[in-house]
């Protein structure tokens, strides 16, 4: 197995130099607040559906979960269907719901749909924990990279954090959805050269199959990772999946019908995922069957086999795009947490309860310095948690759980039920928000235990209130009558630009540089090794140039539609 050297580092502080390349770029998208926290709602449904997906993994599913699959198998492949079936959800119900809200983050809608008081109490708690949930996913990166580099966990939590937090502050959502494609153009070509690579090694599908221990390879109804355990995990990450930062990706297209097509991106991709991502580290798990005896210092060793299964099957170069992909991966969902926490401290802080007049260029500013202080924050507190030595795949659990079930009933319930007072979408909040800190750290349910005694309290307490309720008021119809409104993009949207011709070819000409650049690491890849290279270039490059040709057709396409309005 080799290490990390100059040929990587080089290919990361390229992908880094990019990163700051596409801030600097979509810096003139943002006029105002608008812009920069939803977009604009003019973001392509293409690139705020991969910009979805991205955000809903991050390095924890190359440590955290690839560890699972290096224990347990197949039950890895499982919490990944488990994350398709919950953009179902968001497909049949919720998407065309969130984008007819006609709202700037989940939590504005509070105000309306219950009371200021749900709305603030909301925002509050939320960011506090989600701050747990950014920093043990920054965590999980500094994990990896530190296994295959021998950086030091801290500065790599300290370096990562800081690039996040350039693009994030000077291009807003722009800036995320615009480098979550272009990571997601290199991650999954990486990933798929990686599953080839390492099928090769252990004897192809049938030889993984035959070699895996009888016990990765069958699920059991009860115990961990069993049929009731994957059931429990769909029912927790489709509160999350279909509210917070993923709900700001329906936001931020044009209309209802690219909102539910970014909710069925999402779930094709993740049901593909789930069967590709967890290969690697089963295959290390044929060729090495103790990872302790590999890295006797890290505290969960089966967390590197990811990075084990990259550093053992691939040439120098591609090892880097390994890490640059790790990178992405932890960028696009922390990225995409630093928006959402930033677009709630401005809207519904600062503008509710400092300065209701502030205009847009204001709260830009405003948006500015919260995105800052929400990323320092976050760098903090993971160089806290990894002095402490904890399982990656616990840590994001435990806070993941815990906000999820407590915002994600009265959330979604509130956008589909009607008949409930405004007192409603607090209790219930409250009623799980009580129940999952008892839960994680009186009496250390388990996740069926959490969503078993959770869901149902939470679910009763808000349903048994409507017994109480007096009738609309103003914000609550106006909201529904939203509810109830297709959107009329050529009236709502007349004031803000459609930069969609211009996305499409930055991205387009991007990707294909980036096709053409990894061409270059032939001349360092051992003989044996450069048909890796010639695949990943190969891969990367169709994305490229199918974008292009789709940014062409798309342009053609809207030469009669335009003629027929202007008749």
Known sequence: MSSANAVDYSVIGIYGLLMVVVGLYVMRF?????????GGSRVPWLVAGLSCFMSGFSAWTFTGAAGVAYRAGIAATGLYIGNAASFLLGYFVFAQRWRRSRVTTVMEYLSDRFNPVTH????WVTIFFQLFTSASTLYGLSLFISSACGFPVHW????????????????GLWAVVMTDFLQASILMPFCLVLVITSLARVGGPVGLIHALPPEMKTLHVSGEFGWIYLLSWTVMVSFGYNTSAMAQRYFSVDDERSARKVALLCCGLFFAGAFLWFIPPMAMRVLYPDLRTVWPTLANPSEAAYAVASLTL???GLIGVMLAAMFSATMANLSAQFNLKS?????????????????????????WITTLLIGATTTAIAAIMAASGKSVFQIMLTFNTLISLAYGPPALLGLVVRRTPTWSGLASFLTGLVLGILGAFVFHWSLIQQVAIIIPSSFGVFFLSGFFDRGDNPGRKHLFQNLNAPIDVAVELKESPDFTREVFQFLSRTIIAIGLLSLLLLGTAPQNQRGTVVWFAGLTLLI???LGLMRTAGKRKQVPEYTAISR
């Open 314 to 316: 691939l040439p120098h």
């Open 544 to 546: 490229g140039v199918s």
């Open 343 to 367: 677009a709630i401290l401005s809207k519904d802080v600062y503008q509710k309860l400092i300065r209701k007049s502030a205009g847009d260029r204001e709260l830009l500013l405003v948006g």
């Open 156 to 171: 790599t939590i300290i370096g990562a954090g800081a690039l996040i937090i350039f693009y994030c502050v000077v291009g």
């Open 120 to 123: 603030q109490t909301f925002s």
């Open 30 to 38: 943002n006029r105002g607040a608008a812009e920069y926290f939803r």
